[in-house]
T-cell receptor, first 115, second 110 residues
Framework: GAGVSQTPSNKVTEKGKYVELRCDPI?????LYWYRQSLGQGPEFLIY????????DSGLPNDRFFAVRPEGSVSTLKIQRTERGDSAVYLC?????????????FGEGSRLTVL | GQNIDQPTEMTATEGAIVQINCTYQ??????LFWYQQHAGEAPTFLSY????GLEEKGRFSSFLSRSKGYSYLLLKELQMKDSASYLC???????????FGRGTSLIVHP
């Protein structure tokens, strides 16, 4: 597809379970970002990849959150021992280069609900 | 850290002009973004200001004053479809990662 693709679009899980959220960026985009957005709030930065490496993971709230991008394209955000407070829309975005001075292209997001 | 402030909600009339303000405090400022986000959808890019002044793009214009830590988004000839959340985001530091404000929910009524 032409845009950023995120799966699943909706995920309902129980407290304490493990979840994986996938992001397929625009082909050729080297920079990839994960944000999460709660209702009525702006996107909150989680982690930024440049190629395969996490260039900045300062936004990850704790060690239950982890993300990988092993081949510099698809990325997976992994959340262990989910808590109700993790419920949010998880947005992925990509951009063509590092030191980006232009727009981020966002996916539709994965809505996570932890019961 | 960064502090970004914008009004929570605004209302305007179809056909009118509305100005959405954003103030910020940051170090190592690179640039300021405006994004539009309809309910349940992904944010979409509107503008990116690096230098002071006004940039016009169709019905939308964005202004930046770096010395005042201030920006606004100006929407002209409002249409019902402009009802959305407008997100101000600031890029700073070496990684250029945008930090978003909480967004301004704009309601356009007939």
């Amino acid at each position: 597809g032409a845009g950023v693709s995120q799966t699943p679009s909706n995920k309902v899980t129980e407290k304490g379970k493990y979840v994986e959220l996938r992001c397929d960026p625009i082909s050729g985009h080297t920079a990839l970002y994960w944000y999460r957005q709660s209702l009525g709030q702006g996107p909150e930065f989680l982690i930024y990849f440049q190629g395969t490496g996490a260039a900045d993971d300062s936004g990850l709230p704790n060690d239950r959150f982890f993300a990988v991008r092993p081949e510099g394209s698809v990325s997976t955000l992994k959340i262990q021992r989910t808590e109700r407070g993790d419920s949010a829309v998880y947005l992925c975005a990509s951009s063509p280069t590092s030191g980006n001075t232009g727009e981020l292209f966002f996916g539709e997001g994965s809505r996570l609900t932890v019961l | 850290g960064q502090n970004i402030d914008q009004p929570t909600e605004m209302t305007a009339t179809e056909g009118a002009i509305v100005q959405i303000n954003c103030t910020y405090q940051t170090s190592g400022f690179n640039g300021l973004f405006w994004y539009q986000q309809h309910a349940g959808e992904a944010p979409t890019f509107l503008s990116y200001n690096v230098l002071d002044g006004l940039e016009e793009k169709g019905r939308f214009s964005s202004f930046l004053s770096r010395s005042k830590g201030y920006s606004y988004l100006l929407l002209k000839e409002l249409q019902m479809k402009d009802s959305a959340s407008y997100l101000c985001a600031v890029s700073s530091g070496g990684s250029y990662i945008p930090t978003f404000g909480r967004g301004t929910s704009l309601i356009v009524h007939p």
